[in-house]
């Protein structure tokens, strides 16, 4: 794994973090801002708040990544590794109960 896959693991560990850290907080400014029977400088002070919350708190900007490239595309969830890395362990039979397909 290069200097830039493994900062990019790093970011992304950092990212799950704050959103681990900031979600209650987060969900909470969220229903206040949609609550339409609230009063709206309400409304409007929790939008703020939400705003002024850090970017890397949203929950959208984690990225699901391989534990071993660091590669942020075509990564298997369950596995948590790119498909390329799995289809190299799974060849060399590293990966207990998956076998290649044959019929």
């Known amino acids: 794994m290069s200097v830039s896959e493994e900062n990019a693991n790093l970011r992304d560990h950092h990212r799950r973090l704050l959103v ?12 206040l801002c949609k609550d339409p029977s609230l009063p709206s400088d309400l409304r409007e002070e ?4 939400l705003s002024k919350m850090p970017r890397n708190s949203s929950f959208t900007r984690v990225r699901n990544r391989c534990i071993f ?12 590794m790119s498909r390329i890395v799995f289809r190299t ?6 990966l207990n109960g998956i076998k290649k397909a044959s019929w």
């Open 46 to 49: 929790n939008r703020f708040k």
């Open 69 to 80: 490239s660091g590669r942020a595309r075509a990564v298997y969830e369950t596995f948590r």
């Open 89 to 94: 362990l799974a060849s060399k039979g590293m």
């Open 20 to 31: 681990a850290k900031y979600e209650l907080r987060r969900n909470l400014y969220k229903a």
